[in-house]
């Protein structure tokens, strides 16, 4: 079930999340853990507003309810440090944060993990078929949406553990170096499959890879103009690899809600940029 503001009733909910030692609390609940500064459903009348601080046509009080989740979502206020890192407190909102300076600690796996109800590029099961519910439903939606379009998209790599993207990241590592690694694929604890709400994306004009080109095909090109619709960003866009972190990646969509997701391509920021203003 999703509310106004694209998340679902569970993700704010005030569910924590132990974080080496240190209680975690989403947004919905006081948060009162400490934080360095780090600048760093599908319902179209929540949507087309163009605001980002409310949309008028709601209510004065889910206007409010908006503000303060936005507040709370902020990049200031949502990480703790421990032992020098700055991990996330907010790991379960649907705005939560990641990336090369604000990690996910090791043992957070999300509670309501399911297959998402689309194709995919391969056979068999796999827990990368996985995401968090409200982002699989929306996937679902972006795709029926692209096949009406004549367009044809497949399902590449969605869920990662911290295990897995310690694997993944290792074996790039070792082929590629670390410095040059780390420019397209995360450490583990950074990287936003972890969270469940990212999905990369392909088709056959690729053969279901996953390379720049993409963003010139006429799939690639959908999926850009259209993502927001559904409540997806492409999160690491062209020229914003110094905000990201990470070269551009046309495949990789993150699903943040219908509102935000077109605010954010509204005003052409990056998920980092967007909650830095609030």
Known sequence: MQDTFGHSAAANSGSSHTVTGVKATS????????SPSDSGNNSSSDANSGSSAADPAEPAGAQTEFQQFMHDSAASRTTVEKGGISYVTNATSPLVLVNKKR?????????????APVEFSFSGDSPKQQMRKVAAEALGKLFEGAKKD??????????????????????YAKTHGEEEANTFSAHPGQSEHQTGLAMDVSSASVHYGLEESYGETKEGKWLKAHAADYG????????????????YEPWHVRYVGVFVAKDVKKLGLTLEAYLARF
Do not use: H, W
Request: proline residues 5%.
């Open 232 to 247: 997806f960003i492409i999160r690491y866009e062209k020229g914003k690899e110094t905000e990201t972190g990470y070269m």
């Open 103 to 115: 990690e996910l600690a090791s043992d957070y796996v999300p509670d309501d993990l399911i297959k």
């Open 150 to 171: 004549g367009i044809e998209l497949k399902a590449v790599s969605g869920y990662r553990s911290y295990p897995s993207q310690k694997s993944i990241f290792n074996a």
């Open 27 to 34: 947004p919905g609940t006081s948060n009162n853990a400490s």
